[in-house]
């Protein structure tokens, strides 16, 4: 059998079936896909390659699904730091964004995040910003894989006027990336509180004629938002939304930092899906994801890193150890979200969760080849007893050597193949000059 590459590694970590860790094992890819997953003296025996690359310090996992972003924010970085989510969103962000936000701020700031995240082994993400098509001209261009957010606010932004126009751009970036292999999308309402009943509604009413057409959301993600509700609407969101028929298998919730008992079995029944972010929760003190008891209930968790405006870093790795250490500290059980758990959260949760799980989030044949390389021959991961634990207790994002999305070789020995990265750095280094001499003329 003859492929276009073939990566001979120390671990093939397949995250299919959960916590198998494949000693000695080969990775075959041809074109997009991948068509071997073997025993390095087998794959050496009977297949041939392009190209061979020996990895004997590596392990191979699937690409990482970031299943919450905010990308372009990532020019926001540091901007409004140790403030809670209401004043950091009212008094801070949304008034740069009104400033700052364009066509050329998003692509300037997808850049940057697409870089961070390559570097750091993520090779798909879901995001949710406006400009969504310039997201999805950066993101194909650059040949990584997203889920492109459609974005929905009841107030007037750079990106549209009024309801009318946000369903209308949103339709139209539709169309244009329908047929995309790369991008998809999903309708993005921002949350309960900034998209009213008619609004969703009617994306209800259409993403009912697109049955496969993800949902994402934030929700429940603080305590104001909740007495908000109760307020305005007399109930909770989630009692809310469920009204109004959203609560379902095509919803990806984010946050949901303050749930009941009843609450968690609403989402199990319904099959919805939840987006845990622990490290923009625990910096914006929003709460704590019930991670654990979702789990136990039955409901897939996804992990993402929010924007970087609010973590401040696009770093899966650093969500991973989070995640694990802070689910044992919530549910007071040091077994609580195992380190295998933890890994399948970060990649073939995120793809359930995006409606991806056929093509990515696990390497098996006939999936789609987006793997991270990371090498453990670190005397920070020495010794690699487990190597699953090593990944997710002690390596770090600057341990990923290699990444493939879609069978390209996008991060080639810690080099960018489709990104200018010094190019990034300076148009980055222009932006927070601009809005620094902007601040200072404003105080």
Not at 24 to 38: C, F, M, N, P, T
Not at 254 to 270: C, G, S, W
Not at 350 to 371: F, N, P, T
């Amino acid at each position: 059998m003859h492929v276009d590459t073939l990566i001979h590694a120390r671990w093939v970590i397949p995250v299919e079936p959960a916590g198998q860790v494949l000693a000695e094992h080969s990775v075959g890819i041809q074109q997009d896909r991948i068509v071997v997953v073997a025993p390095q003296n087998e794959a050496r025996a009977q297949v041939t390659a392009d190209e061979v690359l020996e990895m004997p310090g590596h392990a191979l996992i699937p690409g990482l699904v970031n299943a919450h972003t905010h990308a372009a924010m990532s020019l926001f970085r540091g901007l409004a730091d140790d403030l809670p989510l209401m004043s950091w969103l009212n008094d801070h962000i949304w008034p740069a964004e009104t400033r700052w936000v364009h066509e050329e701020f998003v692509a300037d700031g997808t850049r940057l995040a697409l870089a961070e995240m390559l570097r750091g082994g993520t090779t798909c993400f879901n995001d949710m910003y406006f400009f969504p098509d310039v997201t999805a001209r950066v993101v194909n261009q650059t040949g990584m894989r997203a889920v492109i957010g459609l974005i929905l606010i009841d107030f007037p932004t750079q990106w549209a006027s009024d309801a009318d126009d946000y369903f209308a751009k949103a339709a139209d970036v539709y169309d244009r990336l329908k047929n995309k292999p790369l991008t998809r999308t999903a309708f993005a309402p921002h949350s309960p509180y900034a998209v009213g009943d008619d609004s969703l509604n009617r994306m209800l009413r259409l993403a009912n004629e697109l049955p496969d057409m993800p949902i994402h959301m934030h929700v429940h993600e603080t305590r104001d938002e909740l007495k908000q509700s109760q307020e305005q609407h007399g109930k909770r969101p989630i009692a809310r939304l469920d009204q109004l028929g959203l609560i379902g298998p095509n919803l990806a919730a984010v946050h949901m930092t303050q749930l009941t008992d009843d609450e968690i079995t609403l989402f199990a029944e319904r099959g919805a899906q939840v987006v845990h972010c622990p490290e923009s929760n625990l910096k914006l003190a929003s709460g704590f994801c019930p991670v654990q008891k979702l789990l136990d209930a039955g409901i897939n968790v996804a992990l993402g890193t929010d924007g970087a405006a609010s973590n401040n870093d696009l770093d899966m790795f650093g969500e991973l150890r989070t995640a694990a250490l802070l689910t044992k500290g919530v549910a007071q059980d040091a077994s609580a979200l195992p380190a295998a758990a933890a890994l399948q959260m970060a990649t073939l949760n995120g793809a359930r969760a995006l409606g991806l799980a056929d093509d990515i989030g696990s390497l098996v044949v006939g999936k789609a080849a987006d793997i991270t390389a990371i090498d453990l021959d670190r005397p920070e991961t020495e010794p690699a007893y487990d190597p699953i634990s090593q990944i997710v207790y002690a390596a770090s994002r600057e341990q990923v050597t290699d990444v493939w999305v879609a069978g390209e070789h996008l991060l080639r020995e810690r080099n960018l193949t489709s990104l200018d990265l010094g190019e990034i750095s300076s148009t980055a280094t222009l932006w927070g000059e601009k809005i620094r001499a902007a601040d200072r003329a404003q105080s």
